[in-house]
C-alpha cells in the first residue's frame, strides 16, 4: 500500500529522494497541503513531530492516530504542539497483546 501511494517528502537537508512516487520539496507549503487535501481520493497521512507541528498550527489535521508505548524515556520529542488547543472526540482504542501498546484514533470535534 505504501509503495503505490504517491509521497511528498518535507526536509531541509535531504538532496534526493530513493523510492518511487516520492517528490522532494525543502519547505512545508500549507497552501500547497490544502491543496492537496481538495484534490485526495485518499486520505493524506502526516508523519514526524516536527511536519505535524506545522499542520496541528494550520489547521490541516482531521484526525490523531497515536500508539503510545510504555517506555519512559526521561525526554524526547513531543506528540502534540505548544501552543495548539484542538476538541477532539474519541473514535477507536485498542491495546495490542504483548506489550502493553495502545492505538487511540480521534477525530477533530466539529461542534
Excluded at 20 to 45: C, N, Q, S, Y
Aim: charged content about 30%.
Amino acid at each position: 500500500m505504501w509503495r503505490a501511494a504517491d509521497k511528498v517528502i518535507y526536509s531541509k537537508t535531504l538532496k534526493q529522494v530513493s523510492t518511487p512516487r516520492t517528490r522532494l520539496e525543502h519547505t512545508f507549503d500549507v497552501d500547497g497541503i490544502r491543496e492537496m487535501k481538495l484534490r485526495a481520493a485518499h486520505d493524506l497521512v502526516i508523519s514526524g513531530h516536527e511536519l505535524a507541528a506545522h499542520a496541528f498550527r494550520a489547521g490541516l489535521i482531521d484526525e490523531i492516530k497515536l500508539f503510545i508505548a510504555p517506555i519512559i524515556l526521561g525526554g524526547g520529542k513531543k506528540s502534540l504542539p505548544d501552543g495548539v488547543r484542538l476538541g477532539l472526540d474519541l473514535v477507536e482504542e485498542r491495546r495490542f497483546q504483548g506489550g502493553g501498546v495502545v492505538h487511540l484514533h480521534y477525530r477533530l470535534r466539529t461542534a
